[in-house]
């Protein structure tokens, strides 16, 4: 059995940033890395290709009777500027304490490695272990998975074949509380552009003839928000479902302290959509983010110039049943309506995901349909993480977004089961990313009992 | 007598960007020139120390009754970025058709070099001309001038001795028409910084429970001017005085075309404060202007990032009468008043300037006491400008700044007569940046003309 701290550091050492071209050589290494690892666990592995990063399937077959359990993970990580911010190298990983440090450390390459060493271990107890195991680990999910939906169009045969999708991509609020999550958000991003002259223009010779296209979009971005912080574009939140009652009960056996989260942040005030506790709006509420903005001279010093242009990046984070290109359309449609004159105003489309929600077994009004092997699949993780962390799970939903376990879903009917392994501060997308190397045991361990558990009839 | 266009060439070819601690030797590569150059005239040399870029200031004595003219200029130049935008390398000077491109080319390399050659050609002709002269050219012009007042605090006794200072650091509207500027617009810059959570968050993990402070700092610039265009901050306009009439007379005399102003800048609507046409905006009114924005991700492709940090790099062009430092009060006031709860603000303070303005002889309420060698001065550059331009020069305030004109006026007495040289489509403060050879021919002639009939009594 490898080491799986060892192969942890291996893996964030490939320096994986799916969205930026120079680091192509660094998507190789990780690529080769994951399927030379689950190769050398007896996995048939197909690496196949997309437009950009491939996606690395492998197959672990049996008897048509066994389970199927499909492990996902992805095997590229977010950039890692602003790199001054780093206390360490972000390809370096450094270990300090009981955190390993380094881009994608959390996100995903410790959590996907922890589900990696549970299987190791399961097949090292048990290599004829009842089960077929399949592993999809894609390049793309930090740039919204674009390759996807071609290579669902491919393998969604041989993918319906399996029972349900396992993974370990979503947060657990601190390390002695697992949870298990059960619905995620979408996502629909664009850029904004705003252009008025024809060049930057001296703020002396021509200012007070014209638009700055700065104002012209802090104007446009101002309206975008009602000052109680709810969205202020038409239709918005037209689609959004009611949360069910058991939903806001499981949250609350969360117990979950304001206090320590606005320090955690380091706020003083939330700002939430009216009705809805922090905990609550991360996960239930939708929202309009401004992830960027950028216009005329960043330098030091000054440089009195009227630019040309200016742009904002904005996500949108959407719940069931918005949909992407609705919202976008909505968003796009307010925006044009409310440029002023003088400035003319593009978009650029980004990557979009739809959100997703499943109903765990025993809840008042699980669906009539879910598969048995599902279910199973949900107590077998309950009981794991009960007997390993001490406390059963809770069920929640989850703010951040994994937009191809809706894809995949929609495509091949298959339910995800989230393990839950990254803490709040493990600093995702953020500098100084961590992951915390007591929840990569706990969690190993957690995997392999739900193996074996899954697989004893 | 040298080639005013190879030393135009030479003087370009060193980057001596004031603000850019990078551009130190080009700064020092652009004072040597003009010092050595100003030496070779004959002229006694000094190179002040300031605490940052020194100060040439060069004299050419005689006797104490002669007329004595300080011209002024700088060897410093605005940043060259984005520098994909040009098309001949910045600091590579190129002459295409009767232009010559590079940065400072027209602010103020060329402008300078026409008076400097002026100078040299008048005491070519009469190495005996009955004038005194001094060089002041200053290496901190585009940050603000922040070593003057200390520089005018020791010469300001010796400067008391001249009649006028004399400069070509203003635009004329076209290459048929010169105007002899008679006011500037003062300025006073800072930066606005917005602070929210204590780093960037995940905006899928976090998104919805906290000010992201893109959102607030558009919020908060978004308040700052009227839909009409005038500036919303309680008291800006206070201090404004009223144009005088003979001031739109003399406008009208330009015969502007407000159709092919647009064109210029490439707009198709004007954005003036209510009662102004563009051409009177710009001279008589005072603006607030975003001249950069940032903030969260700007690279390529997306990052779902809520950032911690945004900012924005305010610039205020002000008339007689405001007061730069109580302009700056006036909108950090109503910012911090307009600041919402969960981010913090903070500035920046940037440079400041005085505005200017100065009655040219002739007019109905020339105040009494002016200097009768400026008079003078006045009527021998509108005698010059008539015969080499076939025309006479019309008299306006213009919209840029030179902040020193005021400084020295406060501290010295003296006026200044200020020789437009640049045109509009010059390109000052952006790229490919140029000067119109044609008119450095007719304003070396024009300053060379004014020399001699000032020495003649």
Known sequence: MFDPVEKLKEFIRHPSVSTDSKHREGMRGAREFVSGLLGSLGFAVEVVPTDLHPIIFAQRGGDPSWPHVVIYGHYDVQPADPLNLWKTPAFEPTIVGNRIYGRGAADNKGPLLTNIAAVALALEENPRLPLRITFLVEGEEEMGSPSFPKFLAHYADRLRQADFVYLSDTALPNENQVVLTCGLRGLSLFDVHVTGAKGDLHSGLHGGVLRNPIQALAEILATLHNPDGSVNVPGFYDAVLDVHPWERDELKKLGADEKAYAQFLGIDTFYTPPGYSPFEAVRFQPTLEFNGIGGGYQGEGTKTVIPSKAFAKISCRLVPNQVPNTIRQLVQDAIRARTPSGVKVEFVDQHKGDPYVVVPPGRSNTPA??????????????QAVTE????????LREGGSVPIIADIKRTTGLDSVMLGLFLPEDNLHAPNESFN?????????????????????
């Open 388 to 395: 390993v962390w001490g406390r059963p799970p809770v069920y």
């Open 369 to 382: 349909g879910q598969s048995p092997v599902l279910a199973r699949a949900f107590q077998a993780t309950e």
């Open 437 to 457: 190397l007591d929840v990569m045991r706990k969690g190993t361990e957690t995997t392999r009992r739900m193996l074996h558990a899954l697989a004893k009839r």
